[in-house]
């Protein structure tokens, strides 16, 4: 059995305690926060965990195996550094780390201590993205063009990053996961409305190799909740509306195709347009498969998809996006 402590009972930290409580294989063991009130609701719903105030009291336990961080993302390395020197695996909210060294750091740790990093991009583990990655790996979608994603709401405003930090790991992990082609360059900007310091808006651009490109529309200040993804491919182009209680995925049997048999001057452009379908897509919940596929990878020492050097190619590219939007849409290689 699986022994684990989490430290933040927050927005996410709730839906961490319930999954593995729920998961075979695994049982809460210790919550910390630095709220009481948190700390009252732990033990309300779960009477047989303990809970605490200070990270280090979780930390040290010997009844504890894994450590999962669902604190702000500034406090993610120390944690996650202090666990791992205590013999601990960690489960790391996304973003991994604040910075890129602070990543590289820890996987090297993990790996010295032969412990298992997992971040937390839930999106992987949904039913759309894995079937997606399906249509993707099978040839169905062809060479990929584009993959273009709105992503936007009314709040919720964080205090410590600003919304590409925010919202942008989730389309960074899914294209990490998803697409092979290497990120070359990436381009952003962004307006903070209210002086907060910290961007509300913002618009980023990544250039792929062999001409793909990636666009993603981010905003706290959308008067609807949009999350909607585009992506085009060289034999049919795919719709996915994560808000669509049924058919979230739609692939449509349309593209162009361009015929050089009269010459480059006189190149002719065909458009398809065939049918559309709508494929099964698993209704699991992605916290459910996510954490069970944790505690496998742990119990087999497998390396996870979304381990430490996953989550160090979404920071490298939300710390390329981060200084393109400070430079006001200047280019930066990833």
Known sequence: ML????????YWGPNIVRGFSASEGSAVKA????????LKKVKLLYPQVEVCSNPSDLIDRKDVDVVAIVT?????FALAKAALENGKHIFVEKPFTASIEEAEILIALAQKKNLII?????????????????????????????????????GLFQSDVNVVWDLAPHDFSIIDYVIKNKPLTVTAQGV?????GHENIAYITVYFENNMLAHLNLNWLSPVKIRATLIGGQKKM???????????????????????????????????SGDMW?????????????????????????????????????????????????????????
């Open 3 to 10: 022994k684990t402590g989490v430290i933040g009972y927050g």
């Open 31 to 38: 919550v910390c926060d630095s709220n009481p009130q948190a």
């Open 278 to 334: 709508a494929p099964l897509i698993d209704r699991t919940e992605a916290l459910k498969v996510e954490l069970e596929y944790f505690i496998d990878c742990i119990s087999h020492n497998k390396k996870p998809i979304n381990d430490g050097e996953s989550g160090l190619r979404v920071v490298k590219l939300l710390t390329a996006a981060h200084k393109s939007l400070k430079e006001k849409g200047t280019p930066v290689s990833v």
């Open 118 to 154: 997992m971040v937390d991009h839930t999106f992987i583990f949904t039913g759309a993205v894995r079937k997606i990655k399906e249509l993707v790996d099978n040839g169905t979608l062809g060479d990929i063009y584009y993959y273009d994603s709105t992503r936007v709401n009314l």
């Open 72 to 76: 702000p993302v500034s406090t993610h």
């Open 192 to 196: 903070d409305h209210f002086n907060r």
């Open 238 to 272: 795919l719709v996915w509306n994560d808000l669509e209680a049924d058919e979230k995925i739609k692939i449509y049997d349309r593209g162009v195709s361009v015929d050089d048999k009269e010459g480059i001057y006189k190149r002719l452009i065909d458009y398809r």
